[in-house]
């Protein structure tokens, strides 16, 4: 496969400052779809069984909200878990164009999608959603576009980057259209912690396959036995931050570009951001959204919030 010299500029560039890091775009290659997959069934992730608990329990109400005919957009769909819920519900829909980077992955969860939802029009786009990229026009003609963004992706992202994203689903969304996003929550530290050191180690292995992942499609040379997994929550930042521990002092190598790193050094490969209500709806008020409805589960840990445009 030939290596994309954006990417790995990008990843150079990562690994060059002072801080050490990896866009966490490189987790997903087939395996590591397959590894946030498990991660979704752990007992200790309670961010996929508290936000199905919110779509299952306030469907109509949200189903009202998106109207008939609409286009569902969603981003980072993976396996569309979450969307089964709304495609089971929404009576007509123009179209399900699910964006991904993963694209084996994303063509074979599209594919599923097709058989079970014979009479949606789903149409798969394989891309980096940071970057521009063309939408596919639909068979009929939508109403409205709803972008979809579950998971709380959204806390994947830095503070401006995360508005930029959300300038981005602004633009998408279009004049009648609206956001509808999976947003975690501001909790007792220790139960975050625990989401993200699950005790089967899924979130490690998931961790250090970008290090795979790297050493495969970018001409890297990582030994992944050399580093470890560490996630922390940073309650003044209010985010878990994910890295990789290097274990010894050691050298490796991405292309043609060598680092060393010292025994105990970072590379920082995730935020994991958690919000507040009222922090997340000045984000969203930054790129042009008002958040217009906001459902939570029970215990408060997750919500769903649906934004229009201000
Ligand atoms: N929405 C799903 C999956 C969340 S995991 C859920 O809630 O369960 C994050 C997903 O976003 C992955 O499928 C990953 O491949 C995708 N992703 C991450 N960064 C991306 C990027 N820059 N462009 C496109 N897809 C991306
Ligand atoms: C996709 N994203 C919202 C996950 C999260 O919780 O931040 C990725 C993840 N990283 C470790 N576990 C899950």
Redesign the pocket.
Known sequence: MAVNSAELSQIVDGLSGDVKKIS??YF?DERG?QL?DEI?RLPEYYL?GAELAIMRDNIDEICTLVGKRASLIEF????S??TRVLLEHLSELAAYVP????KQHLYAAGAQIRDEFPHIDVQPVV????QPFQLPSPAVMPVRNIVYF??S?IGNFEYDAAIELLRVMHHEAGEDGALLI?VDLQKDPALIERAYNDSAGVTAEFNLNMLRHLNRDYGANFDVTEFAHSANYDQDNGRVVIELISKAKQTFAVGNTEFELADGEAILTEYSHKYTLDGFAAMAGQAGFRVAKVWMDAERLFSVQYCVRL
Do not use: E, Q, R
Request: net charge neutral; proline share 8%.
């Open positions: 966490p775009k997903y779809s946030f979704t996929t980072g769909s993976g396996s878990l979450k964006v991904d980077i993963s891309a980096d959603f940071t579950p998971g992706t999976g």
